[in-house]
């Protein structure tokens, strides 16, 4: 039985002063919990800026979490959207980032995430 939806994104190419940009950033995450119809636990986004450079953010979400870190030093970032939820919203959420950040390339890995049954794993 399957119980939520792991996109995990690798980005490449993205421009370096917008993954240092804060208030940009937030105005992204801020268009992802909209458009997407993921719910976020309030008050959870918490984000910490590296010195000289990058950031990391994570907010809880009530179906799971989303996470984002990057490096601009290297033109890259890492995206981490998981919910136990309509596949879709994390789909749509993936989308938002994707159209804001414009890598130009994506590694994606999607994972279908569940619960283990004896049939699926003959260990237990």
Do not use: Q
């Amino acid at each position: 039985m399957r119980r939520g939806t792991h996109v995990l994104l690798e980005l490449y190419g993205c421009d370096p002063i917008l993954l240092e940009d804060i208030s940009f950033i937030k105005k992204v995450y801020k268009e992802v919990i909209k458009k997407s119809g993921l719910v976020e636990v309030e008050n959870s986004f918490k984000l910490h800026k590296f010195n000289p450079v990058g950031l990391t953010f994570i907010s809880l979400l009530k179906t799971s979490h989303i996470s984002f870190h990057t490096w601009p030093e290297f033109n890259y970032a890492c995206l981490d959207i998981f919910a136990c939820d309509n596949p879709e919203k994390v789909y749509k959420a993936e989308k938002v980032f994707l159209k804001y950040l414009k890598p130009k390339k994506i590694k994606r890995v999607v994972l279908k995430r569940g619960f283990i049954t004896k049939s699926e794993n003959k260990d237990f």
